[in-house]
């Protein structure tokens, strides 16, 4: 007679131990909250306390963490159990958290997110990265956050900008600025500087100045203009 296959969330007998391994992980996380040992041989069919090869092996797994009543946990990146410690994590860091490195931190962290943004007065925002496409939290503290009312955002929100055709208009009619033929606002070309360019000795001879001192009181006369590439010397 064959042996009925075990469940789906049960691991064979006769698994490897990487296998093994492997389902504590995928159940920790899918948890995200100290488990017992008693609740992975119910869940899982695997009894950690009376095999210490994988208790060694789930202890010095980077993911996993043992809590000192013995229980096992999910280990994330940062150390979070409650929403408290979360707005405390949040406070103290001014530039911000990404908010996927703290999903796994414990169950119902993304609502206890949510809850620190949307609260009045809001004690976290949140802001898009258009780079990364990560959404980061940063915290809102020591400054002073008033309350608007639905009617003055609206009123804000039907505000039209002018554009500069409007703007030029409105300066011409008041004679604060002169009216071009066009009638509109000039677009002032930016004016780039530009190096200037060295000139070649072509175009006439220079008038060199030699500052031999110690040539002074002899019969050559250091001041005499070079005119067709002799000097003074020629």
């Known amino acids: 007679m064959a042996t009925p296959d075990p469940p789906p969330d049960r691991v064979p007998a006769d698994a490897p ?15 995200l909250r ?3 040992s ?6 899982l069919g695997v009894d950690v306390d009376r095999r210490p090869e994988l208790a060694a092996e789930l202890e010095a797994n980077p993911k996993c963490l043992r809590e000192v009543s013995g229980e096992w946990r999910w280990r994330s990146k940062h150390y979070l159990r409650s929403a408290a410690e979360l707005a405390s994590l949040l406070r103290r860091c001014p530039n911000g958290i990404v908010s996927e490195e703290l999903w796994d931190a414990y169950a119902g962290i993304k609502e206890d997110i949510e809850t620190l943004i949307n609260t009045e007065p809001p004690t976290v925002i949140a802001i898009k990265n258009s780079a990364t496409r ?11 956050y008033p309350t608007i009312s639905p009617d003055v955002r609206e ?4 505000i039209r900008l002018p554009d500069a055709v409007d703007i030029h208009r409105y300066l011409v009619e008041r004679g604060l600025k002169a009216n071009t033929a066009a009638g509109a606002p000039r677009v002032v070309a930016a004016f780039v500087r530009r190096r200037p360019t060295r000139k070649g000795r072509a175009g006439g001879a220079k008038r060199l100045k030699l500052t031999n001192v110690h040539l002074e009181g002899s019969a050559i006369d250091l001041n005499a203009d070079v005119a067709g590439g002799k000097g003074a010397f020629s």
């Open 34 to 36: 100290p488990v017992p």
């Open 38 to 43: 008693s609740e992975l041989a119910e869940a």
């Open 17 to 31: 131990l990487g296998a093994i391994m492997h389902a504590v992980l995928e159940h920790l996380r899918s948890v």
């Open 134 to 144: 990560r959404v980061v939290l940063y915290p809102i503290s020591g400054v002073p």
């Open 155 to 158: 009123r804000w929100s039907a």
